[in-house]
């Protein structure tokens, strides 16, 4: 009786324990019937989603910050209600309309995503309107750890550039997302759809292997690219190149950071544009700005080619860098096929854990420097600048920046047992565009938060990582503060005439300025009236161009020729 | 950089400065003889927008044009050049007045040329009907002037182009000089766009928009009448060259313009693309003419279109 008892118990638990994988089978088995091999035709894809994917389920549609899965997104968004509704998205950019549809329609409900660049303002009002589901806004590491603990994909729709017939996906440069999405999707038993550019016999290398990936769509366009990290040097303005000076004179040489991340910006475009010639001349070549966790930022070519940069590795690619890349391989990380091999997940990790500085621009600071780009408006969430933009609690590894940051924050500790400090920098003009103030009182992030009943405010990058802020008025080096007060002093102090910087006491300012927590340009011994566009290596994508050899060929929107 | 450096500007300088990076005050001082220059209703007189402030926006000392005269090679010229870098360069009341009392002195003497250098967006909304009767009475002026036996020539170089109303008055001018960077047309890319559709008009393709109104496709088919590189020196040197060639107007001129017009439009009517009108022009490999450098543009242009001498 009880031997048999046992038996029956093993019995069943034999069968439940691959309750995800025979699931797994039938969505196949339902899948394959639309397809030839793992071939299926575009006209059919809205069919394949309706096999495979069942109500309720986690869906990563890829959607990155650049490449899209924009065929398999008009797909699912035409999908039966009655067969596929009330979906999960786990997606890191929220950034065709069709991603936001999806919701209108009732196709998906809830989400959990890290970036809405372009979509900020609709699905802000969506989330006022109760039409999304949030879960939480994540950083990109944050949600990609995700994907392996509690929100896994049960189907993953991804984007690559080509397939051969037995599905080993070619992603092109812009890798980005994918392999990370693959690898929590099929090695937990989930389903990958990847919808590619065409269908060859031998793909240029293997991103992707064949066993992870179940079904392949060719589309009848290529994927949608958007050139994120372009900044046309003609825009650049004479405030940001001083902002700029100021960065390279007061926290690049003092520190002699060599490994680093920059933000997306004019600001930090122009810093990539004085290498050659300003900081070139301040003697800095070989001792900063050599190693990179960043975009293939044609903004940099100019130091490239003048020999200051000696390696990059990516998240993504850049429109238009291709040629340039594959013929620079010292500097890019490239594959046998010659195109680069970006990587989100890693160069998130390199830029978190490898490198000694973030700098880049926000929308608003505040007293305690607490940063966001979040507006009574616009949500666009966070990409990659937290990650970037926060001093890695397990970091162990020394480094010269590193350590004179954390004797910077804390003199009298000891050395052996001090932790460093990732150099965490904000720049920008006191007023940015349309003349909004960069310093406010408040966050708009904390009303928004209040208005959504948030358990968190979207912050951007928090105020106790930042260590040094960059205005067109001084550095302000938080490092060197010591209590609360000092911090909101030096921040006022260099927040110019916004409201802010008016309200500053001007005698603890001053004192602050004798004790180098800040520092105006003269010093720095620099002349705001130097800050001249001739200062800039390139001052159009024209000259860009020039640089790099006739090897980079920007998109169209970009060219004023 | 001293107060004399400052007043003695060399031809060195102004090969090095980009006529499109410059500001109008700079264009002006490098593009005329050294030390020539003597401005009218200079900032310091402050004749600021009337405008402006009721609508709380900030105003300028010059109203975003500079009007005076100074020598060019040795000889007299009135000379005009607007801010892009103010409101767009755009027209309003003060700003259009300089420039008519500017003509109408031209006129009154007869002998002494003007130099436009335009950097326009075209009208100031603010002052709408003030700034579109200021672009009809600089029509006049230009055309009152010229027909006084006064040639007014114009530079466009600048980061705003040569737009709405500007683009009126260039076409009333002697003659134009145009660099790649600089654009010429009446409606700008997004009112296209706006007014006809994307699939008309793509304003965010710069290609397009630059291959459409930029200085290279208005110079091979004769909108301008001369290629100068991006340096101030190059628009000097075209101005002189222009005075030089320009020949004088009348009824034949007129006719001659008209003429030339009505013959582009019966030879390019059809044409979807400026690239069609190279190829119809008979340009060698007209896909490549973006990329060409100025001086191969510039040989390249003087192949396939010699310049109506007679026209304008």
């Given at each position: 009786?009880?031997?048999?008892?046992?038996?029956?118990?093993?019995?069943?638990?034999?069968?439940?324990?691959?309750?995800?994988?025979?699931?797994?089978?039938?969505?196949?088995?339902?899948?394959?019937?639309?397809?030839?091999?793992?071939?299926?035709?575009?006209?059919?894809?809205?069919?394949?989603?309706?096999?495979?994917?069942?109500?309720?389920?986690?869906?990563?549609?890829?959607?990155?910050?650049?490449?899209?899965?924009?065929?398999?997104?008009?797909?699912?968004?035409?999908?039966?209600?009655?067969?596929?509704?009330?979906?999960?998205?786990?997606?890191?950019?929220?950034?065709l309309p069709e991603h936001l549809d999806l919701f209108d329609r009732g196709v998906a409900k809830k989400l959990d995503y890290a970036y809405s660049g372009p979509q900020s303002s609709r699905i802000a009002q969506m989330l006022f309107g109760g039409k999304i589901e949030l879960g939480a806004i994540h950083t990109y590491l944050e949600l990609f750890a995700r994907y392996f603990i509690d929100l896994t994909p049960q189907v993953a729709l991804i984007a690559a550039v080509s397939a051969d017939r037995e599905?080993?996906?070619?992603?092109?440069?812009?890798?980005?997302?994918?392999?990370?999405?693959?690898?929590?999707?099929?090695?937990?038993?989930?389903?990958?759809?990847?919808?590619?550019?065409?269908?060859?016999?031998?793909?240029?290398?293997?991103?992707?292997?064949?066993?992870?990936?179940?079904?392949?769509?060719?589309?009848?366009?290529?994927?949608?690219?958007?050139?994120?990290?372009?900044?046309?040097?003609?825009?650049?303005?004479?405030?940001?190149?001083?902002?700029?000076?100021?960065?390279?004179?007061?926290?690049?040489?003092?520190?002699?950071?060599?490994?680093?991340?920059?933000?997306?910006?004019?600001?930090?475009?122009?810093?990539?544009?004085?290498?050659?010639?300003?900081?070139?001349?301040?003697?800095?070549?070989?001792?900063?700005?050599?190693?990179?966790?960043?975009?293939?930022?044609?903004?940099?070519?100019?130091?490239?080619?003048?020999?200051?940069?000696?390696?990059?590795?990516?998240?993504?690619?850049?429109?238009?860098?291709?040629?340039?890349?594959?013929?620079?391989?010292?500097?890019?990380?490239?594959?046998?096929?010659?195109?680069?091999?970006?990587?989100?997940?890693?160069?998130?990790?390199?830029?978190?854990?490898?490198?000694?500085?973030?700098?880049?621009?926000?929308?608003?600071?505040?007293?305690?420097?607490?940063?966001?780009?979040?507006?009574?408006?616009?949500?666009?969430?966070?990409?990659?600048?937290?990650?970037?933009?926060?001093?890695?609690?397990?970091?162990?590894?020394?480094?010269?920046?590193?350590?004179?940051?954390?004797?910077?924050?804390?003199?009298?500790?000891?050395?052996?047992?001090?932790?460093?400090?990732?150099?965490?920098?904000?720049?920008?003009?006191?007023?940015?565009?349309?003349?909004?103030?960069?310093?406010?009182?408040?966050?708009?992030?904390?009303?928004?938060?209040?208005?959504?009943?948030?358990?968190?405010?979207?912050?951007?990058?928090?105020?106790?990582?930042?260590?040094?802020?960059?205005?067109?008025?001084?550095?302000?080096?938080?490092?060197?503060?010591?209590?609360?007060?000092?911090?909101?002093?030096?921040?006022?102090?260099?927040?110019?005439?916004?409201?802010?910087?008016?309200?500053?006491?001007?005698?603890?300012?001053?004192?602050?300025?004798?004790?180098?927590?800040?520092?105006?340009?003269?010093?720095?011994?620099?002349?705001?009236?130097?800050?001249?566009?001739?200062?800039?290596?390139?001052?159009?994508?024209?000259?860009?161009?020039?640089?790099?050899?006739?090897?980079?060929?920007?998109?169209?929107?970009?060219?004023?020729? | 950089?001293?107060?004399?450096?400052?007043?003695?500007?060399?031809?060195?300088?102004?090969?090095?400065?980009?006529?499109?990076?410059?500001?109008?005050?700079?264009?002006?001082?490098?593009?005329?003889?050294?030390?020539?220059?003597?401005?009218?209703?200079?900032?310091?007189?402050?004749?600021?927008?009337?405008?402006?402030?009721?609508?709380?926006?900030?105003?300028?000392?010059?109203?975003?044009?500079?009007?005076?005269?100074?020598?060019?090679?040795?000889?007299?010229?009135?000379?005009?050049?607007?801010?892009?870098?103010?409101?767009?360069?755009?027209?309003?009341?003060?700003?259009?007045?300089?420039?008519?009392?500017?003509?109408?002195?031209?006129?009154?003497?007869?002998?002494?040329?003007?130099?436009?250098?335009?950097?326009?967006?075209?009208v100031r909304l603010q002052e709408a009907n003030a700034g579109e009767l200021a672009i009809a009475e600089i029509m006049r002026a230009v055309i009152e002037a010229r027909t006084a036996g006064v040639k007014v020539i114009g530079l466009i170089g600048g980061r705003s182009g040569c737009y709405g109303g500007g683009g009126l008055i260039a076409g009333c001018c002697s003659a134009l000089a145009v660099s790649e960077q600089g654009r010429i047309a009446v409606s700008g890319p997004e009112v296209i766009e706006t007014n006809r559709g994307v699939e008309e008009f793509d304003s965010r393709d710069r290609a397009l928009v630059w291959r459409t109104m930029g200085g290279k496709h208005r110079r091979l088919i004769g909108g301008a009448d001369l290629f100068a590189d991006d340096t101030v020196q190059a628009f000097r040197e075209a101005a002189l060259e222009l005075l030089e060639t320009t020949a004088g107007f009348g009824i034949d001129t007129l006719n001659a313009e008209q003429s030339r017009l009505e013959d582009?439009?019966?030879?390019?009517?059809?044409?979807?693309?400026?690239?069609?009108?190279?190829?119809?022009?008979?340009?060698?490999?007209?896909?490549?003419?973006?990329?060409?450098?100025?001086?191969?543009?510039?040989?390249?242009?003087?192949?396939?279109?010699?310049?109506?001498?007679?026209?304008?």
């Amino acid at each position: 009786m009880l031997t048999s008892r046992n038996a029956e118990a093993a019995g069943r638990m034999a069968t439940t324990w691959q309750h995800q994988r025979e699931a797994r089978d039938a969505r196949l088995e339902a899948g394959t019937r639309l397809a030839r091999g793992k071939i299926v035709e575009a006209r059919d894809a809205t069919r394949l989603m309706e096999a495979v994917i069942r109500p309720g389920d986690r869906v990563c549609l890829e959607g990155d910050n650049q490449k899209q899965a924009d065929l398999l997104s008009r797909a699912l968004l035409a999908v039966d209600l009655a067969k596929v509704k009330d979906l999960h998205m786990v997606q890191s950019g929220v950034v065709l309309p069709e991603h936001l549809d999806l919701f209108d329609r009732g196709v998906a409900k809830k989400l959990d995503y890290a970036y809405s660049g372009p979509q900020s303002s609709r699905i802000a009002q969506m989330l006022f309107g109760g039409k999304i589901e949030l879960g939480a806004i994540h950083t990109y590491l944050e949600l990609f750890a995700r994907y392996f603990i509690d929100l896994t994909p049960q189907v993953a729709l991804i984007a690559a550039v080509s397939a051969d017939r037995e599905g080993n996906l070619y992603t092109g440069p812009n890798t980005e997302d994918t392999p990370t999405v693959v690898e929590a999707t099929a090695f937990k038993d989930g389903i990958v759809i990847a919808q590619v550019n065409e269908v060859v016999d031998k793909v240029p290398r293997v991103d992707i292997p064949a066993d992870r990936v179940h079904f392949i769509v060719e589309a009848d366009k290529p994927f949608f690219v958007e050139p994120l990290f372009t900044r046309d040097p003609a825009a650049i303005t004479e405030g940001q190149i001083l902002t700029a000076m100021l960065a390279i004179k007061g926290i690049y040489a003092p520190y002699s950071v060599r490994r680093l991340n920059h933000g997306i910006g004019f600001s930090t475009a122009a810093i990539e544009l004085l290498l050659p010639t300003y900081a070139e001349k301040l003697g800095l070549k070989g001792k900063i700005a050599s190693h990179f966790a960043l975009n293939p930022h044609p903004a940099l070519i100019p130091a490239i080619e003048s020999g200051w940069v000696q390696q990059i590795h990516s998240f993504g690619s850049e429109v238009g860098m291709d040629d340039y890349i594959r013929a620079r391989s010292d500097i890019y990380f490239t594959g046998p096929d010659g195109s680069l091999r970006s990587n989100r997940a890693f160069c998130q990790t390199a830029g978190l854990y490898a490198c000694d500085m973030f700098i880049g621009s926000t929308l608003q600071i505040d007293l305690q420097g607490n940063s966001s780009t979040v507006t009574a408006s616009r949500i666009a969430g966070f990409g990659g600048a937290p990650n970037m933009g926060a001093d890695a609690r397990g970091r162990r590894h020394p480094s010269e920046p590193w350590l004179q940051a954390g004797r910077e924050a804390d003199p009298d500790g000891s050395a052996l047992l001090r932790r460093g400090r990732k150099l965490v920098v904000q720049i920008g003009e006191t007023f940015g565009e349309k003349n909004v103030p960069l310093f406010v009182e408040k966050l708009d992030a904390l009303a928004l938060a209040e208005k959504l009943k948030l358990e968190l405010a979207p912050v951007m990058i928090y105020g106790d990582d930042v260590t040094h802020i960059v205005t067109e008025e001084g550095v302000a080096n938080l490092l060197m503060c010591r209590d609360a007060n000092e911090r909101e002093q030096a921040i006022r102090g260099v927040a110019g005439y916004t409201d802010v910087g008016r309200n500053r006491d001007r005698k603890m300012v001053q004192q602050l300025r004798e004790r180098g927590v800040i520092r105006r340009p003269e010093d720095l011994g620099i002349d705001p009236l130097d800050a001249d566009r001739s200062m800039l290596a390139a001052r159009s994508i024209k000259d860009l161009v020039r640089w790099s050899g006739g090897l980079y060929a920007p998109p169209s929107q970009f060219r004023n020729w | 950089m001293s107060i004399a450096e400052l007043e003695k500007p060399s031809v060195e300088q102004a090969r090095a400065t980009s006529f499109y990076e410059a500001s109008a005050r700079a264009r002006v001082r490098l593009l005329l003889d050294p030390g020539s220059f003597v401005e009218f209703i200079g900032p310091e007189k402050r004749e600021v927008s009337p405008h402006l402030k009721l609508f709380d926006l900030p105003e300028q000392f010059d109203d975003g044009i500079i009007v005076g005269h100074g020598r060019l090679a040795g000889s007299p010229v009135f000379i005009a050049a607007q801010e892009g870098r103010f409101m767009g360069g755009a027209f309003g009341e003060v700003h259009g007045a300089k420039l008519v009392g500017l003509l109408r002195a031209a006129k009154e003497l007869k002998s002494i040329p003007v130099l436009i250098l335009f950097d326009t967006g075209g009208v100031r909304l603010q002052e709408a009907n003030a700034g579109e009767l200021a672009i009809a009475e600089i029509m006049r002026a230009v055309i009152e002037a010229r027909t006084a036996g006064v040639k007014v020539i114009g530079l466009i170089g600048g980061r705003s182009g040569c737009y709405g109303g500007g683009g009126l008055i260039a076409g009333c001018c002697s003659a134009l000089a145009v660099s790649e960077q600089g654009r010429i047309a009446v409606s700008g890319p997004e009112v296209i766009e706006t007014n006809r559709g994307v699939e008309e008009f793509d304003s965010r393709d710069r290609a397009l928009v630059w291959r459409t109104m930029g200085g290279k496709h208005r110079r091979l088919i004769g909108g301008a009448d001369l290629f100068a590189d991006d340096t101030v020196q190059a628009f000097r040197e075209a101005a002189l060259e222009l005075l030089e060639t320009t020949a004088g107007f009348g009824i034949d001129t007129l006719n001659a313009e008209q003429s030339r017009l009505e013959d582009r439009l019966q030879r390019f009517g059809a044409c979807r693309d400026a690239v069609d009108i190279w190829v119809a022009e008979g340009v060698p490999d007209a896909g490549s003419v973006p990329a060409l450098p100025a001086d191969q543009f510039i040989e390249l242009a003087d192949k396939v279109r010699r310049i109506a001498r007679d026209a304008r």
